[in-house]
């Protein structure tokens, strides 16, 4: 009898030790293994192991639901396969060499939180699909190559905290409906085509700590209304084309004061604060 309940132990044992995801995430991840050139990664995956075993991998429950290959030397494109998991909540592919477009399949991955594509080689349109996750709480796509306008869909993505799309090759205005992400923290437009006047809907953005919008070719004057952003402790407007320079306040005392009286002044002027 004792023998029979120690093979009983044993069986459900294995059985844990050796659960398995479903089928569709296994072929998914071996997918983005052979797109992105997997054999010459910095950390390989041996298939012959189980894949929670797999560098990067988060199981949870059976399924996969993070997936961490930052500097990881990934070269190549995303598969469309990457949509088929369906449980992730973090995606963070930075600091890699992936290129092509972000797959359609990546409105499948409606567990989403954070995506980080950042420090790639990725180009074309940001997809309309990414509007798609409405948990994301941070979309960070800087550092790349992406065209086109900032898409009016992501401003459906009520959740966003951060949104990262400096150093593109982004054109079109700011749009004013910016104002819907409402509990967005951190907005980096900096380093793309952008034009036109600073939107001043962003004013109504009141958890707003950083804003960048630096090296653009954005016109006309800061708006005033930017007094009123109290969470605002980094600012960063300079080397566009507003009709007056504008300092760059950086730390944990609101900057609004400050470019009011830089406003008034018609100064020019760079000032950095450290933060504590």
């Known amino acids: 009898m004792r023998t029979v309940k120690l093979l009983i132990i044993c069986f459900f044992v294995s059985a844990y030790a050796f659960a398995e995801i479903p089928s569709t995430e296994k072929s998914a991840l071996i997918a983005i293994y052979e797109s992105t050139n997997g054999s010459n990664w910095n950390a390989k995956w041996d298939m012959s192991k189980p894949v929670n075993s797999w560098y990067g991998v988060k199981i949870e429950n059976d399924r996969v639901v993070e997936l961490n290959l930052s500097f990881n030397n990934l070269v190549g494109q995303l598969p469309e396969q990457i949509g088929d998991l369906t449980s992730l909540r973090k995606l963070s592919f930075g600091f890699n060499k992936i290129s092509g477009t972000i797959p359609s ?5 409606q567990e989403l939180t954070t995506l980080e594509l950042f420090m790639n080689k990725l180009e074309g349109e940001i997809p309309n699909e990414l509007a798609e996750l409405q948990k994301l709480e941070s979309l960070q796509l800087y550092s790349n190559s992406f065209t ?3 898409p009016a869909s992501l401003l ?3 959740n966003l905290k951060e949104l990262l799309l400096g150093s593109n090759f982004l054109t079109g205005t700011i749009p004013s409906g910016i104002h819907k992400l409402s509990n967005l923290q951190k907005l980096s437009l900096m380093d793309n085509k952008l034009e036109g006047e600073i939107p001043v809907e962003i004013a109504l953005l009141d958890q707003l ?25 980094t600012i960063m407007v300079s080397d566009n084309n507003l009709n007056q320079e504008y300092i760059s306040v950086s730390g944990n005392n609101p900057p609004g004061i400050m470019l009011l009286q830089m406003q ?4 020019t002027a760079t000032m950095d604060i450290e933060k504590e």
Request: net charge negative.
């Open 209 to 233: 700590e950083e804003l960048l919008l630096s090296s653009n070719q954005l016109t006309g004057d800061l708006p005033m209304e930017f007094i009123n952003l109290r969470n605002l402790n």
């Open 148 to 150: 086109g306008n900032i």
């Open 105 to 109: 399949s990546f409105k499948n991955l």
């Open 264 to 267: 008034n002044q018609n100064a």
């Open 156 to 158: 459906e993505l009520k």
